[in-house]
C-alpha cells in the first residue's frame, strides 16, 4: 500500500541524521584520543636515576690459625680459601681477629691488590683475651689484607695474655657491637697518625656516648646515630701530650664539638664548640674590668660561659675596689638546658662565687654532673683554678640552686 511522505518520515525518523553525527563522533573521539596520547607522551616525567657509591673490595686469605669477625653488611662473598668484603671509599673499617689455642696474632698488612708496594695504615688495638681489634680507613681502590699468625710458645712475654680464644676456624659473621650504635666516619690516614697508633675506635664512641648521655632521654643527644671528624683543622691552644680535633654530629657540621684526647690517661673529653671561647681569657678579664659597676656583678662573655665584675665599697672616705672574674670552662648543653638557660645557671654560680668573697681572675671546669629526671634535679661539681671545689644542685620544681664547697 503506497505510503504518505508524512507516513514515511514517521517510519525511518532519524534515517538521514545517523551517518553524518556517527562519522562526526568518531572524528572527534580520534582526534581527543591523539591529543591524550601526546600529552601523555610529552608530559610524561622521567623516572630518577639512582646512583650508588661506588665500593672496593677487601680480600682476606682464610687461615687456620685464626678467624675473623667483620660487619656482616659489608659480605660480598667468599668460599673455602678467601673472603671478600665490599666497602665504600673512606669508611672506617673494623675487623677482629680471633686466634685459635696455640696461636697468637702476630701481624697484619693492607696493600693495594693492583700493587703490592703500595701499602696503607691501620692500627692495632686489644679487644678481649688474646683478640685483636683491627681498623683502617678504606681508600679508593681494592686491597688485599694479610694476617699473621705464630706458635704461642714464640710469644714475647709482654703480648701474652692469662688466657688465649678458643674461637672456631670458620669465618665469623657476627659483627662486635658499636658503643651506642655509633657509626664514625671521617677518618684518614693523618687523623689516625695524630694519634700515634693509640686511637680505638670502641674506646672512642664508648667515651663519647658515656659523657654526652646519649642513651638518655633527657640528652639532646639522645639520637645521635653517626659521628664524623671534621676537615677543619683546631689551631687554638693545644698542651703537650694532647690530640685536638673536631667532630660532628648526624652529619651536620654545624652540629659539632672538640674531641680532645689525652695520650697518657688515655682518655677523651669532648666539649660543645663556642668559637668565642677561643680569645685569649685576658681579653675577657679586661672586658670584665671595664663592665664593673658598685655594688654589683655583671655578667660578660656571652655564650662562652665567662663571667666577670667587679663590687666597691667604702668608709670614712675611703673607697676600695676589687674586680672577680669567673670563667666556666666545659660546661653542657644539657645541663644549662635543664637548669634554665645559660644566664641562669652561669648568673648562680657567679653570685655563689660573690657571695663567698672570692676576689681575682677564677676559672672553673665543670669535671661531673648528673641529671636525674626522676628527682626533677641536676648535681654537679665545679673545680676551681685555686684548687677548691664547688659542689651544686639544681632543684627543678623551685626553679632553684644550691652552692656548698666554699
Same mark, same amino acid.
Given at each position: 500500500?503506497?505510503?504518505?511522505?508524512?507516513?514515511?518520515?514517521?517510519?525511518?525518523?532519524? !534515517?538521514?541524521?545517523?551517518?553524518?553525527?556517527?562519522?562526526?563522533?568518531?572524528?572527534?573521539?580520534?582526534?581527543?584520543?591523539?591529543?591524550?596520547?601526546?600529552?601523555?607522551?610529552?608530559?610524561?616525567?622521567?623516572?630518577?636515576?639512582?646512583?650508588?657509591? +661506588?665500593?672496593?673490595?677487601? &680480600?682476606?686469605?682464610?687461615?687456620?690459625?685464626?678467624?675473623?669477625? *667483620?660487619?656482616?653488611?659489608?659480605?660480598?662473598?667468599?668460599?673455602?680459601?678467601?673472603?671478600? @668484603?665490599?666497602?665504600?671509599?673512606?669508611?672506617?673499617?673494623?675487623?677482629?681477629?680471633?686466634?685459635?689455642?696455640?696461636?697468637?696474632?702476630?701481624?697484619?698488612?693492607?696493600?693495594?691488590?693492583?700493587?703490592?708496594?703500595?701499602?696503607?695504615?691501620? /692500627?692495632?688495638?686489644?679487644?678481649?683475651?688474646?683478640?685483636?681489634?683491627?681498623?683502617?680507613?678504606?681508600?679508593?681502590?681494592?686491597?688485599?689484607?694479610?694476617?699473621?699468625?705464630?706458635?704461642?710458645?714464640?710469644?714475647?712475654?709482654?703480648?701474652?695474655?692469662?688466657?688465649?680464644?678458643?674461637?672456631?676456624?670458620?669465618?665469623?659473621?657476627?659483627? =662486635?657491637?658499636?658503643? *651506642?650504635? @655509633?657509626?664514625?666516619?671521617? @677518618?684518614?690516614?693523618?687523623?689516625?697518625?695524630?694519634?700515634?697508633?693509640?686511637?680505638?675506635?670502641?674506646?672512642? /664512641?664508648?667515651?663519647?656516648?658515656?659523657? &654526652?648521655?646519649?642513651?638518655?632521654?633527657?640528652?639532646?643527644?639522645?639520637?645521635?646515630?653517626?659521628?664524623?671528624?671534621?676537615?677543619?683543622?683546631?689551631?687554638?691552644?693545644?698542651?703537650?701530650?694532647?690530640? *685536638?680535633? #673536631?667532630?660532628?654530629?648526624?652529619?651536620?657540621?654545624?652540629?659539632?664539638?672538640?674531641?680532645?684526647?689525652?695520650?697518657?690517661?688515655?682518655?677523651? &673529653?669532648?666539649?660543645?664548640?663556642?668559637?668565642?671561647?677561643?680569645?685569649?681569657?685576658? =681579653?675577657?678579664?679586661?672586658?670584665?674590668?671595664?663592665?664593673?659597676? %658598685?655594688?654589683?656583678?655583671?655578667?660578660?662573655?656571652?655564650?662562652?660561659?665567662? #663571667?666577670?665584675?667587679? #663590687?666597691?665599697?667604702?668608709?670614712?672616705?675611703?673607697?676600695?675596689?676589687?674586680?672577680?672574674?669567673?670563667?666556666?670552662?666545659?660546661?653542657?648543653?644539657?645541663?644549662?638546658?635543664? %637548669?634554665?638557660?645559660?644566664? !641562669?645557671?652561669?648568673?648562680?654560680?657567679?653570685?655563689?662565687?660573690?657571695?663567698?668573697? +672570692?676576689?681575682?681572675?677564677?676559672?672553673?671546669?665543670?669535671?661531673? *654532673? =648528673?641529671?636525674?629526671?626522676?628527682?626533677?634535679?641536676?648535681?654537679?661539681?665545679?673545680? /676551681?683554678?685555686?684548687?677548691?671545689?664547688?659542689?651544686?644542685?639544681?632543684?627543678?620544681?623551685?626553679?632553684?640552686?644550691?652552692?656548698?664547697?666554699?
Amino acid at each position: 500500500m503506497p505510503t504518505t511522505d508524512e507516513e514515511e518520515t514517521d517510519m525511518y525518523p532519524n !534515517r538521514r541524521n545517523n551517518k553524518p553525527l556517527l562519522i562526526t563522533g568518531i572524528v572527534m573521539a580520534a582526534a581527543i584520543a591523539g591529543l591524550v596520547t601526546l600529552n601523555f607522551v610529552v608530559r610524561k616525567p622521567k623516572e630518577p636515576v639512582e646512583t650508588e657509591a +661506588k665500593k672496593h673490595s677487601v &680480600l682476606i686469605y682464610k687461615s687456620a690459625d685464626g678467624s675473623i669477625e *667483620y660487619d656482616k653488611k659489608l659480605f660480598s662473598k667468599e668460599d673455602d680459601e678467601k673472603l671478600m @668484603l665490599s666497602i665504600t671509599p673512606q669508611e672506617m673499617v673494623a675487623l677482629v681477629v680471633h686466634p685459635v689455642e696455640g696461636k697468637y696474632f702476630d701481624d697484619v698488612s693492607i696493600n693495594a691488590t693492583n700493587d703490592i708496594s703500595t701499602s696503607y695504615s691501620y /692500627l692495632v688495638n686489644d679487644a678481649d683475651g688474646s683478640n685483636k681489634r683491627i681498623n683502617f680507613v678504606m681508600p679508593d681502590e681494592d686491597v688485599l689484607v694479610n694476617l699473621k699468625f705464630s706458635d704461642e710458645e714464640k710469644q714475647p712475654e709482654e703480648q701474652k695474655v692469662p688466657e688465649a680464644s678458643t674461637e672456631p676456624e670458620t669465618m665469623m659473621e657476627t659483627p =662486635e657491637t658499636s658503643p *651506642y650504635n @655509633l657509626t664514625i666516619h671521617g @677518618l684518614t690516614a693523618y687523623i689516625l697518625q695524630s694519634y700515634s697508633g693509640q686511637f680505638d675506635d670502641q674506646a672512642f /664512641l664508648q667515651q663519647l656516648g658515656d659523657q &654526652l648521655h646519649i642513651s638518655s632521654a633527657m640528652s639532646e643527644y639522645q639520637g645521635v646515630t653517626d659521628v664524623t671528624f671534621s676537615e677543619e683543622e683546631y689551631k687554638g691552644e693545644k698542651d703537650e701530650g694532647q690530640v *685536638y680535633h #673536631y667532630i660532628y654530629f648526624n652529619n651536620d657540621p654545624r652540629w659539632e664539638a672538640l674531641a680532645v684526647y689525652y695520650s697518657k690517661e688515655k682518655k677523651y &673529653l669532648f666539649t660543645e664548640v663556642e668559637r668565642e671561647s677561643e680569645t685569649s681569657q685576658s =681579653e675577657t678579664a679586661s672586658s670584665s674590668s671595664d663592665n664593673s659597676q %658598685a655594688g654589683t656583678g655583671t655578667s660578660s662573655g656571652g655564650s662562652s660561659g665567662n #663571667y666577670g665584675g667587679g #663590687y666597691s665599697g667604702g668608709s670614712s672616705g675611703t673607697s676600695h675596689e676589687v674586680t672577680t672574674s669567673f670563667d666556666i670552662l666545659q660546661v653542657s648543653t644539657n645541663l644549662i638546658k635543664f %637548669a634554665g638557660g645559660e644566664d !641562669r645557671f652561669y648568673s648562680a654560680a657567679f653570685d655563689y662565687v660573690l657571695k663567698s668573697c +672570692k676576689t681575682g681572675e677564677l676559672v672553673g671546669t665543670l669535671s661531673s *654532673y =648528673e641529671i636525674q629526671p626522676e628527682q626533677n634535679r641536676a648535681l654537679f661539681t665545679i673545680e /676551681l683554678n685555686t684548687g677548691e671545689t664547688i659542689e651544686g644542685t639544681y632543684d627543678k620544681v623551685a626553679d632553684s640552686f644550691k652552692f656548698s664547697g666554699l
